[in-house]
T-cell receptor, first 111, second 113 residues
């Protein structure tokens, strides 16, 4: 059972920032927020994860609210190749839980 | 070097046949998984192996049998294939259980006719 809710779809103009929201109001203290994406016909790809602090890597930034009930994945300069389904997932790190994918957000980057 | 490789990439077969999909990872990960993505694009976990030991077995028909000869390989054998088995099957691996750093293969598209 997915513990997150995400918009079904979003659009973004090429070169602009894409901000993908995720609600996880029932997140527990030891659960991390993970983001994966699946580009058409490819396997899912890990993007970023975080516990409570904001995180940034070469792919994206993750902003987690102070109460941890929601987060936003930011692609700072979206390209056409960022068109994909983005999945927000919460679970404990190093535990026995499995990575469960919900419906995700279909992001379309337009030229 | 492909980190998680699956073969074959495409598989078309008739109902009732038995087929296998192979998966190999060269990342040194301890845990490997099989996921199924159906026509509605839902990704569901099927099995998980940690160091050759089965640790997750979702409600998958007995016709599906994973086999892990060593921690770098996790094969999926399917007996008596049915039309509903048509899907894309993804293999994945991770160093730790939990969500960190799963690496997925490129998928095997199985079509049962």
């Amino acid at each position: 059972d997915a513990k997150t809710t995400q918009p079904t779809s979003m659009d973004c103009a090429e070169g602009r920032a894409a901000n993908l929201p995720c609600n996880h109001s029932t997140i527990s203290g030891n659960e991390y927020v993970y983001w994966y994406r699946q580009i058409h016909s490819q396997g899912p790809q890990y993007i970023i994860h975080g516990l409570k602090n904001n995180e940034t890597n070469e792919m994206a930034s993750l902003i987690i609210t102070e109460d941890r009930k929601s987060s936003t994945l930011i692609l700072p300069h979206a390209t056409l190749r960022d068109t994909a389904v983005y999945y927000c997932i919460v679970l404990t790190q190093g535990g026995s839980e499995k990575l469960v994918f919900g419906k995700g957000t279909k992001l379309t980057v337009n030229p | 070097d492909t980190a998680v490789s699956q073969t074959p990439k495409y598989l078309v077969t008739q109902m009732g046949n038995d087929k296998s999909i192979k998966c190999e990872q060269n990342l040194g990960h301890d845990t490997m998984y099989w996921y199924k993505q159906d026509s509605k694009k839902f990704l569901k976990i099927m099995f998980s192996y940690n160091n050759k030991e089965l640790i997750i077995n979702e409600t998958v028909p007995n016709r599906f049998s994973p086999k892990s000869p060593d921690k770098a390989h996790l094969n999926l054998h399917i007996n008596s294939l049915e039309l509903g088995d048509s899907a894309v099957y993804f293999c994945a691996s991770s160093q730790l259980q939990g969500g960190y750093g799963y690496t997925f293969g490129s998928g095997t598209r199985l079509t049962v006719v």
